[in-house]
């Protein structure tokens, strides 16, 4: 299932996502998809979280389990053209 964080990142909650990380969440925790708060984040197209989230850390080319999809597909799928640079900028490669 789904981490609080994974949850709060959904649905565009910063101050929470501050919050859970500072308390120790584990920023790359996958849930059964094989999906991370940062393609949470990125799907939704909430930019804010996707920095910070990379800021922290974040694994900017983690894949889900059943397609391998990344952040940056799922975002550049939703047309989140700005969270498609931050992603690009921390080193996301498209060919993944």
């Not at 994974?6 to 500072?22: F, S, T, Y």
Request: with cysteine; net charge negative; proline share 2%.
């Amino acid at each position: 299932g789904q981490t609080n964080l994974h949850r709060a990142c959904q649905e565009g909650n910063l101050e929470r996502v501050i919050n859970l990380i500072n308390k120790g969440s584990d920023i790359n925790a996958q849930d059964h998809a094989g999906w991370t708060s940062l393609h949470e984040a990125a799907l939704a197209g909430h930019l804010n979280i996707v920095e910070f989230l990379l800021e922290q850390g974040a694994e900017v080319n983690a894949a889900s389990f059943d397609d391998g999809d990344t952040p940056l597909h799922d975002a550049s799928a939703k047309g989140h053209a700005e969270v498609v640079w931050a992603l690009m900028q921390y080193g996301a490669d498209p060919e993944k």
